[in-house]
């Protein structure tokens, strides 16, 4: 597991895609200290990973890269940890716009496409 603070390319984004799902790396952003962690199977374990590291939960969300689609399809928002009622999030997806626009500028500075 990595948490990306400095940018990647995205090939090497797409090098680490082959360590679990060859076409797709799990990740999760974390929307208050602006970093991204990537590479492991589940969200979950991320999502740990950066509790670990001093984040909170309220401000960790799961998503989907994808190294080798460009434009809307290369970020996805689809988690089991985004699954948060008491949060009025009650998709897997994450449903306010001001956050999905904050994930998709942090995956943007972190990703240079």
Do not use: C
Not at 42 to 60: C, I, M, R, V, W
């Amino acid at each position: 597991m990595l948490i990306i603070k400095k940018p990647i390319t995205i090939n090497e984004l797409a090098e680490i895609a082959q360590n679990f799902f060859g076409d797709m790396v799990k990740g999760v952003v974390d929307i208050e200290n602006d970093i991204l962690a990537i590479d492991a199977g589940l969200h979950a374990d991320l999502e740990t990973f950066l509790l670990n590291n001093g984040s909170k939960q309220e401000n960790l969300w799961g998503i989907n890269l994808y190294p080798e689609l460009k434009g809307d399809d290369f970020l996805e928002f689809d988690s089991m940890i985004n699954i948060r009622p008491a949060q009025n999030n009650r998709t897997r997806g994450v449903d306010d716009e001001e956050i999905r626009q904050k994930i998709a500028e942090i995956v943007k500075q972190r990703i240079e496409q």
